[in-house]
Structures are given as C-alpha cells and as structure tokens.
Nanobody
Framework: QVQLVESGGGSVQSGGSLTLSCAETRHSNNRYCMAWFRQAPGKEREGVAFINGHGRAMYVDSTKGRFTISQDNAKNTLYLLMNSLNPEDTAMYYC??????????????????????WGQGTQVTVSS
C-alpha cells in the first residue's frame, strides 16, 4: 500500500481558492491511479479528480473547469488546485491511490471501495 498524507485544507470564502497537497510514497511503476475524493456530512464519499500513471487527468462534472489535479513525481506529491469554490464544496477531502493493470487506465471508473490506500483527510470549509 501507498502511504498518503494530505495537507492544505482550511476555510475560505465563496469564490476563493485553495490548493491541497498529498505526500505519497514513491510508486514502483506507472500502473497506478491517484485521486481526490470528498465526503460531506450525511453524504457518500465521491471522487472529484483523478490522474493515472500516464499523466491523464479526469474530473467529474461538478469540478470540471474549477479544479486541477496534478502530480510532481520528483517530490512524490499530488496536488488539487481548487478555484471558484462555493459552499457545496465544503467537505473532508481525501487523497487515494490504487494499482491498475496499465498506465493509461480510466481512473474515474473505479468504485470508491476499490481504492486501496487512503490518507487521513483534510477539511475544506467554504462560507458564503
């Protein structure tokens, strides 16, 4: 399993921006997926952004155009840049990782229960 540690959460006003970071252990190959999930109180955990070992990013409709997922392999760090935040983005944000059969895997097709490594989460609160 991959060790993951998130940071960068906090409180921001509507329309503001935040960048989350996830420190990860080095991957042994590029057959992996990384993702950011979030879970609001009383709601199911949902994926918001994904990236595979090939470097292809994928987003859900609610975050497309506002969030950007990226990774710095030299620093073993995954990022989530969040712009135009609104109160509906308030949630605990988690970094996740899992191995996949090939590098350009469609990470957004993987059910939350199939991800094998999770961070402890970082809280994001957006006020109106």
């Amino acid at each position: 399993q991959v060790q993951l540690v998130e940071s960068g959460g906090g409180s921001v006003q509507s329309g503001g921006s935040l960048t989350l970071s996830c420190a990860e252990t080095r991957h042994s190959n590029n057959r992996y997926c990384m993702a950011w999930f979030r879970q609001a109180p009383g709601k199911e955990r949902e994926g918001v952004a994904f990236i595979n070992g090939h470097g292809r990013a994928m987003y859900v409709d609610s975050t497309k155009g506002r969030f950007t997922i990226s990774q710095d392999n030299a620093k073993n760090t995954l990022y989530l840049l969040m712009n135009s935040l609104n109160p509906e983005d308030t949630a605990m944000y988690y970094c996740a990782a899992t191995e996949v059969p090939y590098s350009n895997y469609p990470c957004d097709t993987i059910w939350p229960s199939r991800w094998t490594s999770w961070g402890q989460g970082t809280q994001v609160t957006v006020s109106s």
